[in-house]
């Protein structure tokens, strides 16, 4: 990264991020769509936004995370990802995405202490909870989604270990209390995440992108996570935050200070998400070093948004940043609180539960 720092980078010329070639260096960083059916399966409006979002000049998809555990959901409009996920739908969604030009990439998850008991009908489990047998199993689980996502055509993985789920869980120190080889040091709480990267790279081969999301701010020495991530062989990584979603009203990127002190050394793409909202304020961040930009919600707000840029300089996005879409599909059916028309699978998975949260 030290000798990218001084590169010049342009939002719309072509790119390579791994083993992928990119129309542009956009991405959309990975966000829940809630479109599952009740009990975790795929549909076609799940594949629709995939669809547009390539159509619409989104360079690189990071899907809504999918969990690899079908008893640990994080909500119950979230995909589950293992051997009984309709793999018609989800070739569909790759072709339909290769097919406007862009690439596709799920992402893939474990809830861990943010899996919902209501849904679940058992408590989350968190990094104290499993045995180092359940844990073996758990790294198969990854695997076998990895897996059935290069069978259906998919490009690649990201692995989340970011946001409060099972992996970010496992890296917090004080979320992850195991006094055996997976708690203790930050090496030690890399173990779990380097098993599962590692069992992931052997099954699936150099030409299936390896990336992972993690936290800023989640493991107390962020420059030693990136290079306990980078020694793990993986494509690129994602930086967020756990402190992600009480910036509402921030319109500027969240974490690039914070990413730009620890990245010296570090060689592997560094890809910033949070707070962009303007071509301008993409162009900051390439010019900051980083070859590429995350977007999240002002894709949902206007899934044409990276089009709009790219046909107008000084494009800003109508999103207010105000956080309402992490819960407004609860209150009516759809993704934003500017928009009006209904999402009928929306209606399906949350109608019974409006109003409750």
Not at 61 to 69: A, C, E, R, S, Y
Not at 108 to 113: C, D, N, P, Q
Not at 146 to 175: K, M, T, W
Not at 254 to 281: D, N, Q
Request: net charge negative.
């Amino acid at each position: 990264m030290d000798g990218e720092e001084c590169m010049q980078y342009k939002l719309f010329e072509t790119a390579r991020l791994g083993p992928l070639h990119l129309k542009n260096r956009t991405v959309r960083s990975a966000t829940n769509e809630h479109l599952s059916t009740l009990d975790g399966q795929i549909t076609p409006a799940w594949v629709q936004v995939q669809r547009e979002l390539a159509e619409r000049e989104v360079g690189l998809i990071i899907t809504g995370h999918m969990t690899v555990d079908r008893s640990q959901r994080a909500d119950e409009g979230q995909v589950v990802l293992d051997r009984r996920i309709d793999h018609s739908l989800l070739r569909q969604a790759a072709e339909e995405v290769h097919r406007a030009g862009g690439r596709i990439v799920a992402q893939i998850s474990h809830s861990g202490l943010k899996g919902m008991e209501r849904v679940n009908g058992c408590r989350p489990k968190g990094p104290d909870d499993f045995t180092e047998e359940e844990l073996d199993q758990l790294v198969e689980q990854f695997i076998d989604g990895a897996r059935i996502c290069q069978a259906a055509g998919l490009d690649g993985v990201q692995i989340h270990h970011a946001h409060g789920y099972l992996l970010s869980n496992f890296l917090n120190p004080q979320e992850n209390h195991r006094t055996d080889s997976y708690g203790g040091c930050l090496e030690n709480r890399f173990r779990l995440p380097a098993r599962i990267l590692a069992g992931v790279r052997a099954a699936c081969g150099p030409e299936f992108a390896l990336l992972v999301k993690v936290d800023s701010n989640g493991c107390g020495d962020l420059r030693a996570l990136l290079r306990l991530c980078q020694g793990a062989g993986v494509d690129g990584i994602e930086i967020s935050g756990l402190d992600f979603a009480t910036r509402a009203g921030e319109k500027k990127p969240f974490f690039l200070h914070e990413i730009m002190e620890a990245r010296e050394g570090v060689e592997v793409p560094l890809i910033p998400v949070g707070g962009v909202f303007s071509r301008k304020t993409a162009e900051q961040v390439l010019e900051a070093g980083f070859p590429f930009v995350s977007f999240s919600r002002s894709l949902i707000c206007q899934p044409d948004f990276i089009s709009h840029m790219k046909e107008n300089p000084e494009a800003e996005s109508r999103c207010f940043a105000c956080n309402g879409c992490y819960k407004i599909y609860r209150q009516r059916p759809v993704r934003c609180v500017q928009h009006t028309q209904p999402l009928k699978q929306l209606e399906i998975v949350f109608g019974p539960y409006h109003q409750k949260d």
